[in-house]
């Protein structure tokens, strides 16, 4: 018999509710182990200290750059702008070249960095968690870049497409 303790949630009504948290969205990359690019696109970024510089994120148990980002000793969060739906869209996309036409430098240890992003941060894997049927990554942050741009949001399976508001607007 089912307790209070192990209810039944409706996956639907999980998934909705929430849809209510509003979060910016990024494509995390890395190298595979063959030195090809590797991208995927998420919204479960988030801060976890401050002192170390950590953050986590986490990655479906079922996607394909799973084994990936789980051996990735490095990796870069490109958080998107904006502007930025199409990357949001292509690095969410299965088995196509998702950094095609795309001049990408190298971060450190080749971790891919996108030409254009609201903010980067570069991570060294610290600890990987089992979360059900996705895995939490948990990064400490080597280096980052601001650049102030307005960033891409993502609320009730939709982007929000209004900048924050500038001095001036009404
Ligand atoms: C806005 C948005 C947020 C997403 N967040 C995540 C996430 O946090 N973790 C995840 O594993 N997949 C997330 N996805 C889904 C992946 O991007 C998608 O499944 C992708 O096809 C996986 O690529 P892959 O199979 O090549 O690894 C998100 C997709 C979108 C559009």
């Given at each position: 018999?089912?307790?209070d ?8 009504e999980?998934?909705r509710?929430l ?16 030195g090809e690019?590797?991208?995927?696109t998420?919204s479960?970024f988030?801060s976890?200290?401050?002192?170390p510089?950590l953050v ?7 996607a ?7 051996n990735?000793e490095?990796?870069?969060?490109n958080v ?6 199409e990357l949001s869209?292509?690095f969410a996309?299965?088995?196509i070249?998702k ?6 430098r190298e971060g ?5 960095i ?6 980067c941060f570069?991570?060294r ?9 996705h ?5 400490r ?18 982007f929000h ?10």
């Open positions: 018999m089912r307790s303790d192990d209810p039944i949630i409706d996956h639907h999980f998934r509710a849809g209510c948290f509003a979060t910016g969205v990024a494509v995390v990359t890395a190298l595979d182990a063959r690019k590797v991208g995927i998420i479960s988030n976890v200290s401050m002192n510089p986590l994120w986490s990655i479906a148990n079922s394909n750059t799973f084994d990936t980002f789980i990735a490095y990796f870069a969060v998107l702008t904006i502007d930025q739906h869209s292509r996309s299965k088995d070249d950094f095609a036409g795309l001049d990408c450190l240890h080749g971790a891919p996108l030409p254009e992003y609201a903010a570069e991570c894997t610290e600890h990987r968690y089992d979360g059900g049927d895995t939490i990554i948990v990064g942050v080597l280096r980052l870049d601001d650049r102030d741009e307005d960033p891409l949001i993502f609320y009730r399976g939709h497409n209004k900048g924050a508001p500038k001095s001036g607007d009404s």
